[in-house]
């Protein structure tokens, strides 16, 4: 069965220094998450991403964060330069399409990739 | 904006006794309900949603509009339901792409 997979599992970094998450999604999906939990809180949503350009983003996700989908397989979220309050686990996510059943649009399944542990020390 | 509630962070039941997991929420459009489940060492995966108005595994949810509720129950825990459990929510209509918004988790444990 087909699944989102991330890498590296675990990324450990300086604060300032840039870092790049990388996701590759399930091949035929068209819709692109990412989301963040840091330590004991909540999962939060930081962007989604469809058609090749930004769908919507969250408080968090400020100049410092940047999403690409530059070869059509991967998806990329970037930070420029890391702070120790971006130490969390990251989440790629992947939907496939909307579907409308004679109401409102309603959006499939979200598929999670198994996550990133971002350290910045 | 969007809020789900999950009032215990952690919940133990004994095999076979009845679990019921609450999650509450607030919005004001038309929302789509989730239960994601994440067992120990692997991904969120769904569980279900209030539209397919499925069992999975033997837990059900019914979204309850008036109380703003979606509690999962299932009437005779097993070991294997052992897992920390998401509530989540999703605008449907279309205008917020499927972002979810997640409760803050609950861990559930079945004791043998």
């Known amino acids: 069965e087909p699944e989102v997979t991330q890498t590296p599992s675990h990324q450990v970094t300086q604060m300032g220094q840039e870092v790049i998450l990388r996701c590759v999604p399930i091949s035929n999906h068209l819709y692109f998450y990412w989301y963040r939990q840091i330590l004991g809180q909540k999962v939060e949503f930081l962007v989604s991403?469809?058609?090749?350009?930004?769908?919507?983003k969250s408080e968090i996700f400020d100049d410092q964060f940047s999403v690409e989908r530059p070869d059509g397989s991967n998806f990329t979220l970037k930070i420029r330069s890391t702070k120790l309050e971006d130490s969390a686990m990251y989440f790629c996510a992947s939907s496939e399409t909307m579907e409308l059943a004679g109401g409102p649009l309603s959006y499939n399944e979200q598929f999670f990739g198994p996550g990133t542990r971002l350290t910045v020390l | 904006a969007q809020r789900v509630t999950q009032p215990e962070k952690l919940l133990s039941v004994f095999k076979g006794a009845p679990v019921e997991l609450k999650c509450n929420y607030s919005y004001s459009g038309s929302p789509e309900l989730f239960w994601y489940v994440q067992y120990s060492r692997q991904r969120l995966q769904l569980l279900l949603r209030?539209?397919s108005r499925e069992s999975i595994k033997g837990f059900t949810a019914d979204l309850n509009k008036g109380e703003t509720s979606f509690h999962l129950k299932k009437p005779f825990a097993q070991e294997e339901d052992s897992a920390m459990y998401y509530c989540a929510l999703s605008n449907a209509g279309g205008t917020s792409y499927g972002k979810l918004t997640f409760g803050q988790g609950t861990i559930l444990t079945v004791h043998p």
């Open positions: 991403f469809y058609n090749n350009e930004i769908s919507e």
């Open positions: 209030h539209i």
